[in-house]
RNA sequence: GACCGAUUAGCUCAGCUGGUAGAGCGCUACAUUGACAUUGUAGAGGUCACAAGUUCAAGUCUUGUAUCGGUCACCA
């Protein structure tokens, strides 16, 4: 027997691949390249001067969280593009950036130093308290940011930005004033959403509506009072000043414009009839009890009618302000406190069993209290003059509203959205869209840069004397985000990186904060810069586990991404929330999905070693004679080539690691390296030399495009490549592959 | 209540601009430990929710029905 001649193999290939080796040592390696930084490509010829740009900003995570796999697979998403318009030569940016999360890390630091120092925000006092805040923040930074490294995130870390930095400081206070100036930011008395559990106004959108089991109360005010009503919040009724009916309703058009006065469990009343069209004579008794005070649409019929919109009758604690037996008390309290009230009158007609819809607050889940309130807010539906604007169909100078800007931006597909039905979404959203509620009651955040003296408002950045007094309010954190296509690239500065990099090519995010971000930032960037914020808006599933239930703590279901790149590797990881993940759909996970794209990337190893050892004798100074099997493998792996690209190039990343992964297993590995094996080992060397240059072909392409999909096993082995068959030392930054 | 989506193999889903169905996992049988803490080969399994329509031809287009899910919504 003669003994085959050991090829001269890489040692790391004798073991099978194991993630944990390779992924920190090569994050690394990609990170002091420098090649995250496309000004850096530049400079060493890797991408053009001139050469076509991508951009993406990073969606920013809380910065006192800890990455999800909702994180996980906007990363990957993300670094798959970032990665494959790199390898196209584009000069491609992603800045990184975290979130300050204002509402949720104010009460994550109030809980702690109530606990470590048994004191209260107030007790420590704003300046002090925001100190904490921002230590705890600094603390907490590096974590997120290792984990989304630890995903393989090509992020240019030189351009990090955090919501609060400096910077986004002067573009969030310059946003502000330059919209106050415009009349689109204005102050206003009205119902908020006044959530008693945050201690803050909340908008419209964060607002979830809970349908509950409720009771509907039907009763008079007193013996006398001619007209019966019915309501599912008694307690509301000593802050009535109205009985509103429908206009045409025969029973009641007798009493229209009467007053009547009278004591309501302890507290004086008094109540005008009115006709409104809005009141619907078919439900309940016809007639509703107007309690402006509480109730946005009661506030409105006070408006159209003229009547008082006060007293209010709760406060901010959800107690009662009335004098009398419901006094201090809370909500519920006082509701059963009138119904027994009404029953030992009398006045109690009957209860039913309803349904009704509660609005809670997102964050906290605190039942939210509708409240006048003085507030700030955008009008979103003011004619202004836009001075300069780049959006297709809207001249510079023209008269428009915020709302119309948001719905051209999209109409005229200057920002696309995948997948498409959510442009309807968007649309339908807007159409409904009040004005926009921006202050908020909290400490942390950006602070209103409104000043007062002596009942007058100045609105600018810095203070006008020692002796104004600035609004103690913070903006919504969404005032901020909207600006972030632009605030991270050094807006209000025109710096090079806002000329070259914005619009954004792509803004990828979950369908579930649509409202929230995508169209805030329309709003801001079409108001700002006359310019869509990004030319793509890529929206993502939900991850889920295996039987589609959301992932949560309680449940017990919940996946950690952190716990699966140590088990299966960032690669596998990233596969699993890829493949089968249309755009827009939920995602499916499950230990076992991953798992198999483990072996994925063994199986890439090992094809590697494979087809390495292989070619170890060839010498590529020769030209091959290609058998017409030759060529026909050539074609299909081109053809594969192109197709991935295509899928790339449409957002249908899940098509196209489905399609690079079937080629490599099952066309590459299944078919042409078993065929190849005889002739490998055959005696017309012609025929074999001609074979080791078509499985080196295929294997140098094949790395490359599954690079973008699996970038860490694909780069320890280009490591271990002969130089003579790179490109490039690193394949992150190697020429994509062409197809045909 | 309005709008949107889903309904295709046991499970999870692909099927773009219409031409009599595909993948992964699972299952069955056989083979394999000299690239592969395995892998390979072969196989079973679907009246593409239901009904009507357009068409030479329909998971694929139109309309309607049913079931499930989602988003939005001020009915007191």
């Given at each position: 027997m003669e003994e085959k001649q050991q090829p001269n193999i890489p040692e790391i290939f004798l073991s099978p691949y194991n993630p944990v080796n390779h992924e920190n040592s090569l994050y690394k390696m990609w990170e002091d390249s420098g090649y995250f930084n496309p000004d850096k490509c530049v400079e060493d010829g890797i991408a053009d001067r001139d050469a076509e740009t991508f951009s993406i900003v990073l969606p920013p995570p809380n910065v006192t969280g800890i990455l999800h796999m909702g994180h996980a697979a906007m990363l990957a998403v993300e670094d798959i593009l970032v990665r494959y318009n790199r390898m196209q030569g584009k000069r491609t940016l992603w800045i990184p950036g975290t979130d300050s999360a204002a509402i949720a890390t104010q009460s994550k630091v109030e809980k702690l130093v109530s606990k470590e120092e048994k004191k209260s925000r107030h007790d420590l006092g704003r300046e002090e308290f925001l100190k904490r805040v921002d230590v705890f923040v600094e603390d907490s930074k590096a974590t997120i940011v290792n984990q989304i490294k630890k995903m393989g995130s090509s992020l240019d870390w030189s351009r990090y930005a955090f919501t609060l930095d400096d910077q986004r400081y002067k573009a969030v206070m310059t946003a502000f004033v330059n919209m106050y100036n415009d009349q689109l930011i204005y102050r206003a008395d009205r119902i908020v959403n006044w959530d008693p559990k945050g201690q803050t106004t909340i908008s419209d959108d964060e607002i979830v509506h809970e349908e509950r089991q409720g009771k509907l109360y039907t009763f008079k005010y007193n013996k006398e009072f001619p007209i019966t009503i019915a309501t599912t919040r008694p307690e509301t009724k000593v802050g009535d000043t109205a009985v509103a009916v429908n206009p045409d309703d025969k029973r009641y058009q007798k009493y229209i414009g009467q007053t009547f006065d009278f004591v309501f469990c302890d507290v004086p009343v008094s109540v005008t009839v009115v006709a409104d069209t809005e009141v619907d004579p078919e439900f309940g008794t016809g007639a509703v009890g107007v309690t402006p005070a509480h109730s946005k649409i009661d506030w409105d019929i006070a408006d159209r009618s003229n009547i008082?919109?006060?007293?209010?009758?709760?406060n901010e604690y959800a107690k009662m302000t009335v004098a009398g037996r419901l006094n201090n008390l809370k909500v519920e309290a006082a509701r059963a406190e009138v119904v027994k009230w009404l029953e030992e009158e009398g006045l109690l007609e009957k209860i039913e069993d309803t349904i009704q819809n509660i609005a809670t607050a997102e964050r906290t889940g605190g039942i939210v209290e509708p409240l006048p309130k003085l507030q700030w807010w955008i009008d979103v539906n003011k004619k202004f003059t836009l001075k300069h604007s780049e959006i297709t169909g809207i001249e510079s100078g023209s008269e428009v509203t915020l709302k119309e800007l948001m719905i051209k931006a999209v109409e005229n597909g200057d920002t696309d959205i995948f997948p498409e039905r959510f442009k309807r979404v968007y649309f339908n959203w807007i159409e409904n869209l009040n004005d926009w509620c921006i202050s908020r009651q909290i400490w942390y955040g950006h602070r209103i840069p409104a000043w007062y003296k002596d009942g007058e408002t100045k609105v600018q950045i810095q203070s006008p004397g020692a002796d104004w007094e600035q609004e103690s309010d913070t903006l919504d954190t969404w005032f901020s985000s909207g600006l972030w296509t632009f605030s991270t690239l050094g807006w209000p500065e025109q710096t090079d990186d806002l000329k070259t990099y914005h619009p954004t090519t792509v803004l990828e995010t979950g369908y579930d904060i649509i409202f929230f971000w995508v169209a805030r930032m329309i709003l801001m960037s079409t108001y700002h810069l006359g310019q869509v914020p990004f030319k793509n808006v890529y929206l993502h599933g939900l991850v889920r586990d295996e039987k589609g239930k959301k992932m949560s703590k309680s449940i017990g279901n919940v996946i950690d991404p952190l716990n699966m790149i140590e088990k299966f590797g960032a690669d596998a990881t990233r596969l699993s929330l890829i493949v089968g993940a249309a755009p827009g759909n939920d995602v499916p996970l499950s230990e076992d999905k991953i798992r198999a794209y483990k072996k994925f990337a063994n199986k890439v190893w090992n094809i590697s070693r494979f087809i390495l050892t292989s070619i170890d004798d060839a010498d590529w100074r020769q030209t091959p004679e290609l058998t017409k099997r030759d060529n026909e493998i050539l074609t299909d792996l081109r053809k594969n080539i192109l197709e991935v690209t295509e899928d790339i190039e449409r957002f249908s990343l899940y098509l196209g690691a489905e399609k690079a992964y079937h080629y490599v297993w099952h066309e590459l590995a299944d078919k042409v390296l078993e065929e190849s094996k005889d002739i490998l080992n055959g005696d017309n060397m012609s025929e074999k030399y001609a074979r080791q240059y078509v499985l080196k072909e295929c294997l140098v392409a094949s790395l490359k495009t599954l690079h973008p999909f699996m970038p860490f096993v694909t780069e320890t082995i280009w490591q271990e490549l002969p130089k003579e068959l790179k490109d490039h030392d690193i394949l992150m930054v190697a020429k994509w592959p062409i197809g045909e």
């Open positions: 008082i919109r006060r007293p209010q009758v709760i």
